[in-house]
């Protein structure tokens, strides 16, 4: 699926949300008024597995995946609610990137391999399915869907090396390449979170992330055998987080 048409799916998935969760609201009777005492702060911990989409994809299809590429990858969040389904989340982050085409089996005889590193710090709009007006303890115990888009910035450094078939037509590398990169990110969120207590949330997310650059792995679309011709490089991160709630301005009540 391209950009453009994966942005809008989001788009007519965040319109369905509002008008559902619109709906949703106006049939509950007496539902309690979102203050801004209920706004809270909340952050955490992830834990998700990296999955890098470009020019040593095993086909040669935009959404292939090197699914024995996979990388470990730990981050850090700070989330903010705004009103009854709306939130602000900022979240940093190491990626871990890695092919080569003797794994991916697409042009074996081109020998690419690459190793990459970055590191990515994104700001998103989160949207949960399912509105929630009361105080933070009082949030619904039931897995709320979510989704999720923004943009963020990424910067790393990759080293390429290539270990060509002698019979390979293309251009072969000198050695060995390494360099920085710095650019944007696009990143898009499906998710489901559940609560685990008063002040806790378990979440299991996938993010597609669209890249500003083709250079993640250091080979250019225009390279021979590229899989990506038309479009720059593209990862998807899945994992959990874990979401502690430091509570808002809401005082339980004393009883005498």
């Not at 799916?9 to 619109?22: G, P, R």
């Not at 009777?29 to 989409?53: E, H, I, P, Q």
């Not at 994992?239 to 005498?256: E, W």
Request: net charge positive.
């Amino acid at each position: 699926m391209g950009f453009k048409n994966c942005l809008k799916a989001v788009l007519l998935m965040m319109i369905f949300t509002f008008a559902y969760s619109e709906v949703s609201a106006q049939g509950l009777k007496g539902r309690a008024r979102f203050t801004a005492k209920k706004r809270y702060w909340s952050y955490g911990g992830t834990l998700t597995t990296t999955n890098f989409m470009g020019d040593l994809s095993p086909v040669n299809s935009k959404g292939s995946i090197d699914w024995g590429a996979t990388r470990a990858q730990i981050g850090g969040f700070i989330q903010k609610r705004y009103a009854p389904r709306i939130s602000a989340r900022l979240s940093l982050g190491n990626n871990f990137f890695s092919g080569s085409d003797k794994d991916a089996g697409l042009n074996p005889d081109r020998g690419y391999e690459f190793n990459s590193y970055g590191l990515n710090l994104s700001l998103q709009g989160i949207i949960d399915l399912f509105p929630n007006a009361g105080v933070y303890y009082r949030r619904p115990k039931i897995p709320i869907p979510y989704i999720g888009i923004g943009v963020g910035g990424l910067v790393g450094s990759y080293n390429l090396k290539q270990n060509a078939s002698d019979d390979y037509q293309g251009a072969v590398l000198d050695g060995e390449k390494s360099e920085a990169f710095a650019t944007y990110i696009i990143p898009l969120s499906l998710g489901l979170r559940y609560k685990l207590s008063t002040h806790l949330d378990l979440g299991f997310e996938g993010t597609i992330n669209y890249a500003g650059s083709d250079l993640l792995d250091g080979i250019d679309n225009s390279n021979n055998g590229s899989t990506f011709k038309e479009f720059n490089d593209v990862y998807l991160t899945i994992g959990f987080s874990l979401n502690y709630i430091m509570g808002g301005t809401i005082k339980m009540p004393k009883f005498r």
